[in-house]
């Protein structure tokens, strides 16, 4: 939000530099961004003078241009060679002398230098309006009036306005300082804590009457709830033309382009006392009636900007005796704003519902001056004030004639807010005893009214404008901040509690594994749990009533939590492989969200995505590709790391794979991964492979508590290691190799392993070739030949026997 100094000094004369206000009003909580220096004429007009010219010529090369000299109030005239038509000896001109930097329509600089046209010097340029910023004509040279003195600088003669802007990073909670007088208000409460006292000037609506009830249009407000409070009035006999110099300067210096007269007087009062104003052409106003109602779903309405848009039954509209004229409170139609041919205008100033406002500009995408002070909340008791002190300066610039009485429909006030202040209360919160007559002075000032005094605390009543202090820690933060944070002390003495924590608390174990995942290449993401309801339909196991979808979304993009991680990942995969980046390792600790028919719940998820290469073109190596394996051992590296092993797998169910697997432990399943299947893909224009595994971190979680960790010495003795190379039948796994050999030696087999596998030429049809290795270690004693063979050959006869596998 812009201010403009010079126009919050109109309400509060103070003579401090823009920094050091610029210091109060962020310690105030109204942060100060920036500030910007604003000239009404770019450059200032530095270095343009009043100059007389003393001759002027032909020049003897040129027959459009003239030979002058002109005296600038220097030692010597200067010689400059002009273009324009209308030079002539004896006027008084402005002149950029050699050095002075001028500024084009779009904004150019370009610099005066001295130099020869057509064979004569020129030590100077004498100026059109154009060419100064002060119009736009060029036809021929400005003509100053003979009574300025030669050598005056431009700038006093044609009174340049300087002002200083400041940027403020508002909040959303401070509706209350969205005009420059609720920043003068703030600033005024901040400087009677520095012991500078300054009065609040408010403008004055003393002089407003009636001139003539000649022009009455009715207002009838039908849904009260959305429009608590409506006012109205008509001017008649306006002429809607160019803004005077001063209104243009006002806004411009807050970044605001002038439109016409009766516009920017309706801008200038939103900015000055932040009420938003609406003019409506009363001529265009079917019936002479204006009607506040909500419209039939699906009605189309025009707005300015020539949008063809399709109403909600929700929306708040303004209309006359036939039809819609205005989108209340966010946007004007087209057929009913002041054009240059209004003559007659009703002046509308309303408070509408903030929650109906901000509902209606999000949904049509809309964010205008208007709606972002309604939506937030507005003052209800200054509307009729801004209506007639708005119809005033219409009055005073556009002419016209006052031809109504107000209109005001309020049939339910506004109450204020009764808050009840505790002093030990304060204290606590603040950590500091304030003194209670500074209390009750900071409060006064910020307008709060002090109802009763005890020796516990303060009977308040807050005005309805701010609507962000209704409960006993708002009073105390309204204190602490007029007061000043940097006031209140700290103390030598620092206490502090230790709280004796498990290690299996769940931040410990992310960070474990998010280590471990960042040294084997993965970067971590975090994803939006906000998302779109078409990705239910990617996946039959997504049901679109288990979605927990959002009361007042931003978009429809953005409507729902997520049933899974999987999807918003995708999106960041796409992102990154758009971009040029695709080989990746992500991961993602998140949450998914499901809507059941008894209750909400949410689950904990680690999500992994591989896709592209896991190793890069080296000298010595080419590009390894990533595959379903290379992610099967990153999961498996995971469950290990938390000491979860003797997992069970089988074939996975879920539909987003096109082939993977699930590990369960026990009876809880901990982890889905595999290949995702080219038509989820296909959905986020991703054309190469991608990898995912899904670890439900909350299964994790519980397994990894009640896993032991036992410790034993290192075998003083050796391991021996046999092969087999097994014919088997193709449907025969390697877990069911594994889990027969377990089962034929528990005590001294210690590892299986399959180092090769072999399909092809030489072998019968639907047989395969595994190449197992058997580690085999007695802790006690050394092994036996004898022994090994035993073993060896009873894992032998259980391979033929259960598995149908032969030795080759």
Same mark, same amino acid.
């Given at each position: 939000?812009?201010?403009?100094?010079?126009?919050?000094?109109?309400?509060?004369?103070?003579?401090?530099?823009?920094?050091?206000?610029?210091?109060?009003?962020?310690?105030?909580?109204?942060?100060?961004?920036?500030?910007?220096?604003?000239?009404?004429?770019?450059?200032?007009?530095?270095?343009?003078?009043?100059g007389e010219v003393l001759t002027c010529k032909q020049h003897p090369n040129a027959d459009r241009l003239k030979l002058t000299t002109v005296d600038i109030g220097e030692d010597a005239p200067l010689q400059i060679v002009c273009g324009a038509p209308n030079v002539a000896k004896g006027q008084k001109v402005p002149v950029a002398t050699i050095g002075t930097t001028l500024y084009s329509a779009e904004g150019e600089a370009w610099k005066i230098k001295k130099g020869k046209i057509r064979g004569e010097e020129s030590h100077g340029m004498i100026c059109a309006e154009d060419e100064l910023g002060l119009g736009?004509?060029?036809?021929?040279?400005?003509?100053?009036?003979?009574?300025?003195?030669?050598?005056?600088?431009?700038?006093?003669?044609?009174?340049?306005?300087?002002?200083?802007?400041?940027?403020?990073?508002?909040?959303?909670?401070?509706?209350?300082?969205?005009?420059?007088?609720?920043?003068?208000?703030?600033?005024?409460?901040?400087?009677?804590?520095?012991?500078?006292?300054?009065?609040?000037?408010?403008?004055?609506?003393?002089?407003?009457?009636?001139?003539?009830?000649?022009?009455?249009?009715?207002?009838?407000?039908?849904?009260?709830?959305?429009?608590?409070?409506?006012?109205?009035?008509?001017?008649?006999?306006?002429?809607?033309?160019?803004?005077?110099?001063?209104?243009?300067?006002?806004?411009?210096?807050?970044?605001?382009?002038?439109?016409?007269?009766?516009?920017?007087?309706?801008?200038?009062?939103?900015?000055?006392?932040?009420?938003?104003?609406?003019?409506?052409?009363?001529?265009?106003?079917?019936?002479?009636?204006?009607?506040?109602?909500?419209?039939?779903?699906?009605?189309?309405?025009?707005?300015?900007?020539?949008?063809?848009?399709?109403?909600?039954?929700?929306?708040?509209?303004?209309?006359?005796?036939?039809?819609?004229?205005?989108?209340?409170?966010?946007?004007?139609?087209?057929?009913?704003?002041?054009?240059?041919?209004?003559?007659?205008?009703?002046?509308?100033?309303?408070?509408?519902?903030?929650?109906?406002?901000?509902?209606?500009?999000?949904?049509?995408?809309?964010?205008?001056?208007?709606?972002?002070?309604?939506?937030?909340?507005?003052?209800?008791?200054?509307?009729?004030?801004?209506?007639?002190?708005?119809?005033?300066?219409?009055?005073?610039?556009?002419?016209?004639?006052?031809?109504?009485?107000?209109?005001?429909?309020?049939?339910?006030?506004?109450?204020?807010?009764?808050?009840?202040?505790?002093?030990?209360?304060?204290?606590?919160?603040?950590?500091?005893?304030?003194?209670?007559?500074?209390?009750?002075?900071?409060?006064?000032?910020?307008?709060?009214?002090?109802?009763?005094?005890?020796?516990?605390?303060?009977?308040?009543?807050?005005?309805?404008?701010?609507?962000?202090?209704?409960?006993?820690?708002d009073i105390i933060e309204e204190i602490l901040r007029v007061y000043g944070y940097n006031n209140v002390g700290t103390t030598e003495k620092l206490n502090a509690s230790i709280s004796n924590s498990t290690r299996f608390e769940d931040y410990k174990l992310q960070n474990i594994i998010g280590n471990q995942l960042a040294s084997q290449g993965f970067f971590e993401i975090m994803t939006n749990s906000l998302t779109t309801p078409n990705y239910t339909e990617l996946s039959e196991q997504l049901k679109s009533e288990h979605n927990v979808e959002m009361l007042n979304p931003l978009s429809n993009d953005l409507?729902?939590?997520?049933?899974?991680?999987?999807?918003?990942? +995708? @999106?960041? *995969?796409? =992102? $990154?492989?758009?971009?040029?980046?695709?080989?990746? %390792?992500?991961? #993602?600790?998140?949450?998914?969200?499901?809507?059941?028919?008894?209750?909400?719940?949410?689950?904990?998820?680690?999500?992994?995505?591989?896709?592209?290469?896991?190793?890069?073109?080296?000298?010595?190596?080419?590009?390894?590709?990533?595959?379903?394996?290379?992610?099967?051992?990153?999961?498996?590296?995971?469950?290990?790391?938390?000491?979860?092993?003797?997992?069970?797998?089988?074939?996975?169910?879920?539909?987003?794979?096109?082939?993977?697997?699930?590990?369960?432990?026990?009876?809880?399943?901990?982890?889905?991964?595999?290949?995702?299947?080219?038509?989820?893909?296909?959905?986020?224009?991703?054309?190469?492979?991608?990898?995912?595994?899904?670890?439900?971190?909350?299964?994790? +979680? @519980?397994? *990894?508590? =009640? $896993?032991?960790?036992?410790?034993?010495?290192?075998? %003083?003795?050796? #391991?021996?290691?046999?092969?087999?190379?097994?014919?088997?039948?193709?449907?025969?796994?390697?877990?069911?190799?594994?889990?027969?050999?377990?089962?034929?030696?528990?005590?001294?087999?210690?590892?299986?392993?399959?180092?090769?596998?072999?399909?092809?030429?030489?072998?019968?049809?639907?047989?395969?070739?595994?190449?197992?290795?058997?580690?085999?270690?007695?802790?006690?004693?050394?092994?036996?030949?004898?022994?090994?063979?035993?073993?060896?050959?009873?894992?032998?006869?259980?391979?033929?026997?259960?598995?149908?596998?032969?030795?080759?």
């Amino acid at each position: 939000m812009k201010i403009s100094y010079n126009w919050l000094k109109q309400f509060i004369k103070i003579d401090w530099d823009a920094e050091k206000t610029g210091e109060l009003l962020t310690d105030l909580g109204l942060e100060i961004e920036g500030i910007e220096a604003y000239e009404s004429v770019k450059g200032g007009l530095k270095g343009i003078v009043v100059g007389e010219v003393l001759t002027c010529k032909q020049h003897p090369n040129a027959d459009r241009l003239k030979l002058t000299t002109v005296d600038i109030g220097e030692d010597a005239p200067l010689q400059i060679v002009c273009g324009a038509p209308n030079v002539a000896k004896g006027q008084k001109v402005p002149v950029a002398t050699i050095g002075t930097t001028l500024y084009s329509a779009e904004g150019e600089a370009w610099k005066i230098k001295k130099g020869k046209i057509r064979g004569e010097e020129s030590h100077g340029m004498i100026c059109a309006e154009d060419e100064l910023g002060l119009g736009e004509s060029h036809d021929g040279i400005m003509v100053l009036d003979k009574h300025f003195k030669v050598g005056t600088e431009a700038s006093k003669v044609f009174k340049i306005e300087n002002d200083q802007v400041f940027e403020i990073g508002l909040t959303p909670n401070r509706a209350d300082a969205m005009s420059h007088y609720g920043v003068a208000r703030d600033l005024k409460a901040g400087l009677l804590q520095k012991e500078v006292a300054l009065e609040l000037i408010t403008p004055s609506v003393s002089s407003y009457h009636v001139d003539a009830r000649s022009l009455k249009i009715d207002v009838d407000v039908k849904d009260k709830e959305k429009c608590p409070r409506y006012c109205g009035v008509t001017i008649s006999g306006v002429k809607v033309e160019t803004s005077p110099s001063w209104l243009q300067h006002r806004l411009k210096s807050i970044g605001l382009s002038p439109i016409n007269n009766i516009v920017d007087i309706t801008n200038y009062v939103l900015h000055e006392l932040g009420q938003p104003l609406h003019a409506f052409d009363a001529q265009k106003i079917a019936g002479n009636k204006v009607v506040v109602k909500t419209c039939k779903a699906g009605t189309k309405f025009t707005t300015l900007d020539e949008v063809v848009r399709e109403l909600h039954e929700d929306d708040l509209m303004i209309c006359d005796g036939d039809k819609p004229m205005c989108i209340a409170g966010v946007f004007g139609g087209i057929d009913s704003g002041v054009s240059e041919n209004t003559r007659d205008i009703f002046l509308e100033s309303a408070y509408f519902n903030p929650v109906s406002i901000r509902k209606t500009a999000k949904r049509h995408g809309l964010n205008t001056d208007a709606s972002f002070r309604f939506e937030r909340g507005i003052d209800p008791n200054i509307t009729e004030y801004a209506l007639k002190r708005a119809a005033l300066l219409i009055a005073e610039v556009a002419g016209g004639e006052i031809t109504s009485d107000v209109s005001d429909s309020y049939p339910i006030k506004i109450e204020d807010y009764q808050v009840r202040l505790s002093f030990d209360n304060a204290k606590k919160l603040i950590g500091e005893e304030i003194p209670r007559e500074t209390i009750k002075s900071i409060l006064t000032s910020l307008d709060i009214k002090v109802n009763n005094v005890t020796e516990a605390g303060l009977g308040l009543t807050v005005p309805a404008y701010r609507n962000d202090v209704q409960r006993e820690a708002d009073i105390i933060e309204e204190i602490l901040r007029v007061y000043g944070y940097n006031n209140v002390g700290t103390t030598e003495k620092l206490n502090a509690s230790i709280s004796n924590s498990t290690r299996f608390e769940d931040y410990k174990l992310q960070n474990i594994i998010g280590n471990q995942l960042a040294s084997q290449g993965f970067f971590e993401i975090m994803t939006n749990s906000l998302t779109t309801p078409n990705y239910t339909e990617l996946s039959e196991q997504l049901k679109s009533e288990h979605n927990v979808e959002m009361l007042n979304p931003l978009s429809n993009d953005l409507s729902i939590m997520r049933q899974s991680l999987l999807f918003s990942g +995708l @999106e960041s *995969t796409a =992102h $990154n492989i758009n971009r040029k980046r695709g080989d990746l %390792k992500l991961f #993602e600790f998140g949450k998914s969200y499901h809507q059941y028919s008894e209750s909400r719940e949410e689950y904990k998820h680690l999500s992994l995505f591989v896709t592209g290469n896991k190793t890069q073109d080296r000298w010595n190596s080419t590009a390894i590709p990533s595959d379903f394996f290379y992610l099967k051992g990153i999961v498996e590296s995971v469950l290990e790391r938390l000491g979860l092993n003797r997992l069970k797998s089988v074939p996975v169910k879920s539909d987003v794979f096109s082939e993977g697997m699930t590990l369960s432990l026990g009876k809880k399943k901990l982890v889905d991964f595999g290949l995702v299947k080219k038509s989820v893909l296909k959905t986020f224009g991703i054309s190469q492979q991608v990898l995912f595994a899904d670890v439900n971190w909350d299964n994790v +979680l @519980e397994m *990894t508590k =009640h $896993n032991s960790i036992k410790f034993k010495a290192i075998p %003083k003795y050796p #391991e021996v290691r046999r092969d087999f190379a097994l014919l088997i039948d193709s449907s025969v796994s390697f877990e069911d190799i594994y889990t027969t050999a377990k089962q034929t030696e528990k005590q001294l087999l210690k590892n299986v392993n399959l180092f090769d596998v072999y399909e092809g030429k030489n072998l019968s049809q639907g047989k395969k070739s595994y190449a197992v290795s058997f580690t085999l270690q007695d802790e006690n004693k050394t092994l036996t030949d004898k022994q090994i063979d035993k073993i060896m050959s009873k894992l032998q006869s259980n391979f033929e026997g259960k598995l149908g596998a032969e030795l080759r």
